[in-house]
């Protein structure tokens, strides 16, 4: 009997805070900023701060307030500086950093101590490893954001180029943001053959 008054007790005091936390979320409810959302959303997530901002979500609300410019996401390069450029209604900017080739790490495993440093700086999570084993890298699911370099103690971690492979590419579609990327960089490439 004592374990059935337990259980009624329990059950009515869960639903009393349940309807309290409902009522407090309809009251208390923030809206977003659907602009930030959807600059958020172009946006790589990539987590690297080499915007100058700790993440993604962060630089796309400054952006969204005017308080970022729309070129300083370095592993989205040029097209989705356009993309977000197009999304605020603003002018393109030269993007602040080159725009280097698609990388990803890869872990010289005979090499690899095993100290999880790299593990821990991944912003998202594409190392596996345990503590005194090899580690590896996911490649599908790294970034190239470079941030497991540093931490590295015996620096047996390499960037490799990823090749451009014929199911990832495709014909640009006219009137497209893909579109406008091929023809700045057509008019970049006859610039420097000219």
């Not at 309809?26 to 958020?40: C, I, N, T």
């Not at 999304?87 to 030269?94: I, N, R, S, T, Y």
């Not at 993007?95 to 080739?101: G, L």
Request: with cysteine; hydrophobic share 40%.
């Amino acid at each position: 009997m004592e374990l059935l008054y337990a259980v009624l007790t329990f059950s009515l005091l869960a639903l009393f805070i349940g309807a309290g936390l409902a009522v407090a979320s309809r009251y208390f409810h923030v809206e977003g900023d659907p602009l930030a959302d959807k600059v958020d959303a172009l946006l790589p997530q990539t987590q690297c701060g080499q915007c100058g901002y700790p993440g993604c979500r962060p630089y796309a609300d400054a952006v969204a307030s005017l308080e970022a410019e729309v070129n300083h996401c370095v592993p989205g390069g040029e097209r989705i500086m356009l993309e977000i450029a197009g999304l605020m209604g603003v002018e393109p900017k030269a993007i602040e950093e080159e725009e280097t080739v698609p990388v990803v790490a890869y872990v010289r495993e005979d090499e690899c101590i095993g100290c999880t440093l790299c593990i821990k700086a991944c912003p998202v999570d594409c190392i596996i490893g345990a503590p005194k084993q090899y580690h590896t890298v996911i490649s599908d699911h790294c970034t190239g954001c470079t941030l497991c370099l540093e931490p590295c103690p015996v620096d047996c971690i390499d960037m490799v180029e990823t090749p451009e492979l014929l199911e990832h590419w495709s014909w640009p579609v006219p009137g497209t943001i893909r579109a406008q990327v091929a023809e700045v960089r057509k008019g970049q490439h006859e610039g420097h053959h000219v």
